[in-house]
């Protein structure tokens, strides 16, 4: 029920600009076709490892990009570095020839500004379409002391006891930047244990080796439908369509700071044609407005980011967004 | 005499590493940095690095390193492998393979033209095909397309 | 639905032309990629994953699923014939394997690898039908510090594997230790002895450092020697393992099984540090521990039975929890994800025939690979007949593919050039480098799972005697050690 119901604000947000290119899609996307392109299989690649969730994500898009522009696409991991070297590999070794998309998230402007160190900037790579947003959310357990307990509760114990909760976090990222903004904000201190990525945080969390973790919705549904561990938080500006009774963590702490969200988008080598990279994002509009697309997107816990769903305001938007994290970096003394 | 200069070697080696490890920080707040096990492991090698020069002269057994035929040999392969990982990224997996198969089948085991030519094809587009088509893996192309 | 009976659902799903040929289908494509060197059974998930989008959910998984396994058995073959590891778990058998082979007696060990992994698929799938669930339970609060525990086991059996001089061995250790440090610290995201190179932050690709360790070393030793003549001097001395191999190998298999299987469900555990410590396991016990390196049968019939449980233990924390214990398994799970399915602790509950379909194709599965593999190893063992001229480039050749086939990326191809250079001279003199390998798999997880417990425990290493796993695992450890140093003392 809450799917149709997002399907359908959502198709109504699509069909917008969609309506004021009426036709066929399939023959829309065909006039964009540049000549003599593709004569081969598009690489999309991935900086993460197979079967995660950037992976699936391009894979499901890869999917439908084929169903409606009839390309052949080959989705292939770059992995490393915690996607270091993906992200530098599409920022300084792919060629930009409009053979090579990087499906990737806003982490690369992380990536960018703190650990590239020259090598590349986040600039480098030009954003096509976007895909979906998906928000970070804080997950507690359903057994043990801290079962049943609201974020403000569970925030409330660590400034009491610091050093007591245990928080999975993946270092370098967001997960650890909400944790400083909830310590600095409440006086709490939590006991940081961290972890290679969300996922392996929920695990830890479900075996009770970690007393809050920090994921992504794919990440812990299949534990939270068993009653294995409990949404508590969502660090996005509104609640979740899926997760109606997870307040944000706006909400549950107060302000309007908590907002820490995967933005994935699709990015190509600057200096691709302009012809073709126009053509590749065409295709991959054209396969998000697919509503079986969507609907498989929406099944892994996403939501779509109204700023960035218009493809003629998505590379501002974005922008914007990116601008607002180096602020942030430089506020909390990370960059100089 | 070779085993000396491996120890030195060694010695050398972890003692830098030990350094860089060093300015990596060994211990965060109660927790180890960085830097804590690479430098125990620098350590280790440097130690070790010294037990064994300390006991090399009592060791009297040279070690056999190949000479003349032999040594070509080894350095031929050595250089037929720097050479096509040096080329792959210019002539492509195909041409590259091709090349550098030829000369190990020419320079280091004296096999005949022909032999060598048929082979080396026959080798290389069998495993283009198999990587390739069949387990649909990228190779490098060259600028001529494949 | 008890056991029982949900494998006879399992059955009744699999027992169909379409599941049956999947199942086939990647028992063959399993053992395909195990045998090519390099490429392993996760490069051929990723690439095989689309495929699964035409097929129905149980005919893709038990697809995907048999390559996994499938590959266990293949990676055998190169490693015994060749002294090139199919894929990482396969280079514990290039030690007595391949030095099994240069006796004429490649066949035995063909045919004892290929048994080995049968029983051990087998029995991995007999305990995952009765105890899947109950198992995974348990699994799941394994935490850092019991991964710390297991990790330390590791490096002391790692130490028991020391042949000849221990200095040697310890600064093998030590140097593996080092070379893992290498690239990005997992637990405070900073770079580590990269000096900028975007390459090395990836960290020293652990198929480049064997691939070039091994079988690049093994190339470069023979051309030294071997000018015309072919790599088994001897006569080829039958084509099948005798009784006396079957006496010797039938308990190592066992012991491979359980100690794979246990090692499988263990997150960050797996083939790879389930073959390892089989070998050492195996030494450790024997009777005759100087024979291991020069061809003991109980070397390749205890890793390769681990290897093959380890594929078993691992499984069950996806199937069972929804939680990947390794890339594989992750993979996995990302395509029940795209089919649509979400795996978790209800998975059993509501899609028993998916579950049960899988675990059911795991029996037929083992019986493919094992009628699959076994005829092959006349044919393998003959590779062996062919002139080492004309062998050794089409050797090279291969594992210039499979290495490069990890990343995808040139600069593996320098390191392995370049260890294989290494391994080449630290083997003229006299160096051991079954540990440097070892201590290079092992390193990262024990060093991320010590600070990760000492950052989770407000009471610093306490935690290591608080939590009793732990505490259990350790003390073994503790008297390991003594008992070394008094067979130390002793000779």
Same mark, same amino acid.
């Given at each position: 029920m809450k799917s149709a119901i997002a399907l359908a604000l959502l198709s109504a947000l699509l069909?917008t600009?969609?309506?004021?290119?009426?036709?066929?899609?399939?023959?829309?996307?065909?006039?964009?076709?540049?000549?003599?392109?593709?004569?081969?299989?598009?690489?999309?690649?991935?900086?993460?490892?197979?079967?995660?969730g950037?992976?699936?994500t391009?894979?499901?898009?890869?999917?439908?990009?084929?169903?409606?522009?009839?390309?052949?696409?080959?989705?292939?991991?770059?992995?490393?570095?915690?996607?270091?070297?993906?992200?530098?590999?599409?920022?300084?070794?792919?060629?930009?020839?409009?053979?090579?998309?990087?499906?990737?998230a806003n982490l690369?402007?992380?990536?960018?500004?703190?650990?590239?160190?020259?090598?590349?900037?986040?600039?480098?790579?030009?954003?096509?379409?976007y895909l979906n947003s998906d928000p970070l959310v804080w997950v507690g357990p359903t057994?043990?002391?801290y079962k049943g307990m609201s974020v403000k509760q569970i925030v409330q114990?660590?400034?009491?006891?610091?050093?007591?909760?245990?928080v999975a976090?993946?270092?370098?990222s967001m997960w650890?930047y909400i944790l400083?903004q909830v310590?600095?904000n409440s006086?709490a201190?939590?006991?940081?244990?961290?972890?290679?990525?969300g996922g392996?945080g929920i695990?830890?969390l479900?075996?009770?080796?970690?007393d809050i973790a920090q994921g992504f919705f794919s990440e812990f549904r299949g534990l939270a439908d068993a009653g294995k561990v409990a949404p508590l938080g969502v660090a996005a500006p509104e609640r979740l369509s899926f997760l109606k009774d997870t307040p944000t963590m706006n909400e549950a702490l107060g302000g309007n700071e908590y907002q820490w969200i995967i933005i994935r988008f699709?990015?190509?080598?600057?200096?691709?044609?302009?012809?073709?990279?126009?053509?590749?994002?065409?295709?991959?509009?054209?396969?998000m407005?697919?509503p079986?697309l969507v609907a498989e997107y929406l099944k892994a816990g996403v939501y779509f980011d109204p700023k960035l769903t218009d493809?003629?305001?998505?590379?501002?938007n974005l922008?914007a967004y990116?601008?607002a994290e180096?602020?942030f970096?430089?506020?909390?003394?990370?960059?100089? | 005499?070779?085993?000396?200069?491996?120890?030195?070697?060694?010695?050398? /080696?972890?003692?830098?590493?030990?350094?860089?490890?060093?300015?990596?920080?060994?211990?965060?707040?109660?927790?180890?940095?960085?830097?804590?096990?690479?430098?125990?492991?620098?350590?280790?090698?440097?130690?070790?690095?010294?037990?064994?020069?300390?006991?090399?002269?009592?060791?009297?057994?040279?070690?056999?390193?190949?000479?003349?035929?032999?040594?070509?040999?080894?350095?031929?392969?050595?250089?037929?492998?720097?050479?096509?990982?040096?080329?792959?990224?210019?002539?492509?997996?195909?041409?590259?393979?091709?090349?550098?198969?030829?000369? /190990? /089948?020419?320079?280091?085991?004296?096999?005949?033209?022909?032999?060598?030519?048929? /082979?080396?094809?026959?080798?290389?587009?069998?495993?283009?095909?198999?990587?390739?088509?069949?387990?649909?893996?990228?190779?490098?192309?060259?600028?001529?397309?494949? | 639905?008890?056991?029982?009976?949900?494998?006879?659902?399992?059955?009744?799903?699999?027992?169909?032309?379409?599941?049956?040929?999947?199942?086939?289908?990647?028992?063959?494509?399993?053992?395909?990629?195990?045998?090519?060197?390099?490429?392993?059974? %996760?490069?051929?998930?990723?690439?095989?994953?689309?495929?699964?989008?035409?097929?129905?959910?149980?005919?893709?998984?038990?697809?995907?699923?048999?390559?996994?396994?499938?590959?266990?058995?293949?990676?055998?073959?190169?490693?015994?014939?060749?002294?090139?590891?199919?894929?990482? !778990?396969?280079?514990?058998?290039?030690?007595?394997?391949?030095?099994?082979?240069?006796?004429?007696?490649?066949?035995?060990?063909?045919?004892?690898?290929?048994?080995?992994?049968?029983?051990?698929?087998?029995?991995?799938?007999?305990?995952?039908? &009765?105890?899947?669930?109950?198992?995974?339970?348990?699994?799941?609060?394994?935490?850092?510090?019991?991964? &710390?525990?297991?990790?330390?086991?590791?490096?002391?059996?790692?130490?028991?594997?020391?042949?000849?001089?221990?200095?040697?061995?310890?600064?093998?250790?030590?140097?593996? &230790?080092?070379?893992? !440090?290498?690239?990005?610290?997992?637990?405070?995201?900073?770079?580590?002895?990269?000096?900028?190179?975007?390459?090395?932050?990836?960290?020293?690709?652990?198929?480049?450092?064997?691939?070039?360790?091994?079988?690049?070393?093994?190339?470069?030793?023979?051309?030294?020697?071997?000018?015309?003549?072919?790599?088994?001097?001897?006569?080829?001395?039958?084509?099948?393992?005798?009784? !006396?191999?079957?006496?010797?190998?039938?308990?190592?298999?066992?012991?491979?099984?359980?100690?794979?299987?246990?090692?499988?469900?263990?997150?960050?555990?797996?083939?790879?540090?389930?073959?390892?410590?089989?070998?050492?396991?195996?030494?450790?016990?024997?009777?005759?521990?100087?024979?291991?390196?020069?061809? !003991?049968?109980?070397?390749?019939?205890?890793?390769?039975?681990?290897?093959?449980?380890?594929?078993?233990?691992?499984?069950?924390?996806? %199937?069972?929890?929804?939680?990947?214990?390794?890339?594989?398994?992750?993979?996995? %799970?990302?395509?029940?994800v795209?089919?649509?399915?979400q795996?978790g602790?209800?998975?059993?509950?509501?899609?028993?025939?998916?579950?049960?379909?899988?675990?059911?194709?795991?029996?037929?599965?083992?019986?493919?690979?094992?009628?699959?593999?076994?005829?092959?190893?006349?044919?393998?063992?003959?590779?062996?007949?062919?002139?080492?001229?004309?062998?050794?480039?089409?050797?090279?050749?291969?594992?210039?593919?499979?290495?490069?086939?990890?990343?995808?990326?040139?600069?593996?191809?320098?390191?392995?050039?370049? &260890?294989?250079?290494?391994?080449?001279?630290?083997?003229?003199?006299?160096?051991?480098?079954?540990?440097?390998?070892?201590?290079?798999?092992?390193?990262?997880?024990?060093?991320?799972?010590?600070?990760?417990?000492?950052?989770?425990?407000?009471?610093?290493?306490?935690?290591?005697?608080?939590?009793?796993?732990?505490?259990?695992?350790?003390?073994?450890?503790?008297?390991?050690?003594?008992?070394?140093?008094?067979?130390?003392?002793?000779?």
């Amino acid at each position: 029920m809450k799917s149709a119901i997002a399907l359908a604000l959502l198709s109504a947000l699509l069909a917008t600009p969609a309506a004021a290119q009426s036709g066929d899609p399939k023959a829309e996307l065909a006039k964009l076709k540049p000549k003599d392109f593709p004569t081969g299989p598009i690489e999309y690649t991935v900086v993460y490892p197979a079967g995660g969730g950037m992976d699936v994500t391009a894979r499901l898009l890869a999917k439908y990009v084929e169903k409606w522009s009839g390309d052949k696409i080959v989705v292939n991991n770059r992995t490393g570095g915690a996607g270091m070297v993906g992200h530098a590999y599409l920022a300084t070794q792919a060629k930009p020839d409009g053979y090579t998309v990087g499906v990737v998230a806003n982490l690369l402007w992380g990536d960018a500004m703190l650990r590239a160190q020259g090598r590349w900037a986040y600039t480098d790579l030009e954003p096509i379409a976007y895909l979906n947003s998906d928000p970070l959310v804080w997950v507690g357990p359903t057994d043990g002391p801290y079962k049943g307990m609201s974020v403000k509760q569970i925030v409330q114990i660590a400034k009491d006891k610091p050093n007591t909760v245990r928080v999975a976090t993946v270092p370098g990222s967001m997960w650890e930047y909400i944790l400083d903004q909830v310590e600095a904000n409440s006086g709490a201190k939590f006991l940081r244990v961290p972890f290679q990525g969300g996922g392996a945080g929920i695990n830890a969390l479900a075996g009770g080796n970690v007393d809050i973790a920090q994921g992504f919705f794919s990440e812990f549904r299949g534990l939270a439908d068993a009653g294995k561990v409990a949404p508590l938080g969502v660090a996005a500006p509104e609640r979740l369509s899926f997760l109606k009774d997870t307040p944000t963590m706006n909400e549950a702490l107060g302000g309007n700071e908590y907002q820490w969200i995967i933005i994935r988008f699709a990015v190509v080598p600057k200096g691709t044609p302009a012809d073709r990279k126009a053509y590749l994002g065409a295709a991959i509009n054209a396969a998000m407005r697919d509503p079986e697309l969507v609907a498989e997107y929406l099944k892994a816990g996403v939501y779509f980011d109204p700023k960035l769903t218009d493809p003629a305001r998505m590379e501002a938007n974005l922008k914007a967004y990116a601008e607002a994290e180096r602020e942030f970096y430089q506020k909390t003394g990370r960059l100089k | 005499m070779f085993e000396r200069a491996l120890n030195i070697f060694w010695i050398l /080696l972890g003692g830098a590493a030990a350094a860089y490890a060093w300015t990596l920080g060994l211990v965060g707040p109660s927790v180890p940095d960085s830097g804590l096990f690479p430098f125990i492991s620098a350590l280790i090698v440097m130690g070790a690095g010294v037990v064994l020069l300390l006991r090399s002269p009592v060791e009297a057994a040279a070690p056999d390193f190949p000479r003349g035929a032999a040594l070509a040999r080894v350095l031929g392969v050595a250089a037929g492998l720097a050479f096509m990982a040096a080329s792959i990224p210019y002539l492509g997996f195909a041409v590259a393979g091709f090349v550098t198969m030829i000369i /190990l /089948l020419r320079a280091v085991e004296k096999s005949g033209w022909l032999f060598s030519i048929a /082979l080396a094809f026959i080798s290389v587009v069998v495993v283009v095909w198999l990587f390739g088509q069949v387990l649909g893996m990228t190779l490098p192309r060259g600028p001529w397309g494949w | 639905m008890d056991a029982v009976g949900g494998l006879l659902t399992g059955f009744g799903v699999i027992l169909t032309p379409e599941n049956l040929y999947l199942c086939f289908l990647g028992s063959l494509i399993g053992t395909l990629v195990g045998v090519l060197p390099g490429v392993g059974p %996760l490069a051929a998930l990723a690439l095989l994953l689309p495929i699964t989008f035409t097929l129905t959910p149980v005919g893709g998984m038990v697809m995907l699923a048999s390559i996994f396994y499938g590959a266990m058995y293949g990676g055998s073959t190169t490693s015994i014939l060749l002294n090139i590891p199919g894929e990482a !778990a396969s280079v514990v058998t290039c030690f007595d394997g391949h030095q099994m082979a240069k006796q004429g007696r490649a066949g035995a060990a063909l045919g004892i690898a290929a048994i080995g992994s049968f029983v051990a698929g087998t029995l991995g799938v007999i305990v995952m039908t &009765f105890f899947a669930p109950a198992i995974a339970a348990v699994a799941i609060r394994f935490g850092p510090p019991e991964n &710390f525990a297991l990790m330390v086991l590791g490096v002391i059996c790692t130490l028991y594997m020391i042949g000849g001089s221990l200095v040697k061995g310890v600064l093998m250790v030590a140097l593996g &230790f080092l070379t893992a !440090a290498i690239g990005i610290d997992v637990v405070n995201g900073r770079e580590r002895f990269t000096f900028g190179s975007i390459d090395l932050s990836a960290g020293i690709e652990l198929l480049a450092v064997v691939i070039g360790l091994f079988g690049v070393t093994e190339v470069l030793s023979n051309v030294e020697r071997i000018v015309k003549s072919t790599v088994v001097t001897d006569r080829i001395r039958g084509l099948w393992p005798t009784l !006396a191999d079957w006496r010797a190998s039938w308990r190592p298999m066992l012991r491979g099984s359980g100690l794979g299987f246990f090692l499988g469900l263990v997150p960050g555990g797996g083939p790879v540090t389930a073959s390892f410590m089989s070998y050492a396991l195996e030494k450790r016990i024997s009777a005759h521990p100087e024979r291991f390196g020069k061809g !003991a049968i109980e070397g390749v019939a205890g890793p390769e039975s681990a290897n093959n449980a380890a594929v078993a233990g691992s499984i069950i924390p996806v %199937l069972s929890l929804g939680i990947p214990g390794n890339p594989v398994t992750a993979l996995l %799970l990302g395509a029940l994800v795209i089919q649509g399915i979400q795996p978790g602790p209800l998975f059993i509950a509501q899609r028993p025939d998916l579950f049960w379909g899988i675990v059911a194709s795991m029996y037929v599965g083992n019986v493919f690979l094992l009628l699959l593999n076994l005829p092959l190893v006349g044919l393998w063992a003959q590779l062996l007949r062919i002139p080492y001229r004309v062998l050794f480039p089409i050797v090279l050749l291969l594992s210039v593919v499979g290495t490069y086939s990890a990343n995808k990326n040139v600069f593996d191809l320098w390191v392995m050039l370049g &260890f294989g250079l290494l391994g080449y001279v630290l083997h003229k003199l006299e160096y051991d480098l079954a540990p440097f390998v070892i201590a290079l798999v092992l390193a990262p997880l024990l060093e991320q799972s010590l600070r990760q417990s000492l950052a989770m425990s407000p009471d610093g290493a306490m935690i290591f005697l608080q939590r009793p796993g732990t505490a259990l695992m350790l003390t073994a450890c503790a008297v390991l050690v003594a008992l070394m140093f008094r067979r130390a003392k002793k000779s």
